[in-house]
């Protein structure tokens, strides 16, 4: 009799248990949907040109995790998207077209050795800072070890390491690489045209310039490579 309520006993709490594990596991599962619908809402901008999408800072600086390891993994995926997503913007910014300087327009030109050095500066520089934030934020985007930096202080389990991780990769994805290696390189190539262009009024410096606000020069010949050199902006420059 007394090992049949010892059964009984041990039969009630096991099933307890596994009612308990069974909540947990549920409760498991809607955090992590619940972060995933967050971090949903974030990706979808990246493939799009409407970067500064304010719902989507709004997500990045609310909470849906209140306490827990989950609380942690969002802390710090939001942290890292909230990273990724202010260096895709500064990059997004160098790489647009319409935000680009003119080292061309006749107001910028001075025919002056001087003054075309100083230019051709600013396009260095502008190379620079294009480079940086390209690589930042391909290391941002795929060295795990950066990604890890985020989590390294949260003292995680690899269960929850492993589902940080996954949420990491919902933008790293070849299409978003090809976009922007592409407008990183027509960048660059659009830089080296304008910095061609102000060598070649350089060298020829005593051969132009600005009347009425427009360039001019003492040879046809002169002229024709000149509108060489240029003509490459409006073809959309390719590698």
């Known amino acids: 009799m007394k090992n049949k309520k010892l059964l009984v006993g041990i039969i009630v709490i096991l099933v307890l248990v596994i009612i308990g594990v069974t909540i947990k596991i549920s409760i498991d599962f ?9 971090i949903k809402e974030v990706t979808k901008v990246f493939g799009t040109a409407n970067i500064d999408n304010e719902d989507v800072n ?3 600086e609310r909470r849906v995790i209140t306490r827990g390891d ?4 969002e802390d710090s995926i939001k942290l890292y998207y909230k990273d ?3 260096n895709l913007k500064n990059l997004n910014f160098l790489l647009d077209e319409e935000n680009e300087y003119n080292y061309l327009a006749v107001s910028n030109l001075k025919p002056n050795s001087d003054a075309l050095l100083k230019s051709k500066d600013l396009i260095n520089n502008t190379k620079a800072q294009i480079e940086e934030y390209y690589n930042l934020f391909i ?3 795929t060295v795990e070890d950066t990604k890890l930096s985020y989590v390294t202080s949260k003292d995680l389990s690899n269960y929850y390491i492993k589902f940080y991780l996954e949420l990491t990769n919902e933008v790293n994805d070849e ?3 090809e976009n922007l290696l592409a407008k990183y390189n027509k960048a660059n190539n659009r830089l080296d045209v304008y ?3 102000l060598t070649f009024l350089e060298t020829n410096v005593k051969h132009w310039e600005i009347k009425k606000d427009t360039i001019s020069f003492d040879s046809t010949e002169i002229y024709d490579e000149y509108i060489e050199i240029t003509s490459k902006l409006n073809e959309g ?3």
């Open 30 to 38: 809607k955090k992590e949907a619940k972060i995933r619908d967050e």
């Open 58 to 60: 709004a997500v990045l």
């Open 70 to 73: 989950y609380s942690k993994v």
């Open 84 to 86: 990724l997503y202010s």
């Open 139 to 141: 290391n941002y985007l």
């Open 175 to 177: 299409t978003l690489k």
């Open 195 to 197: 910095n061609e262009a």
């Open 237 to 239: 420059v390719t590698e």
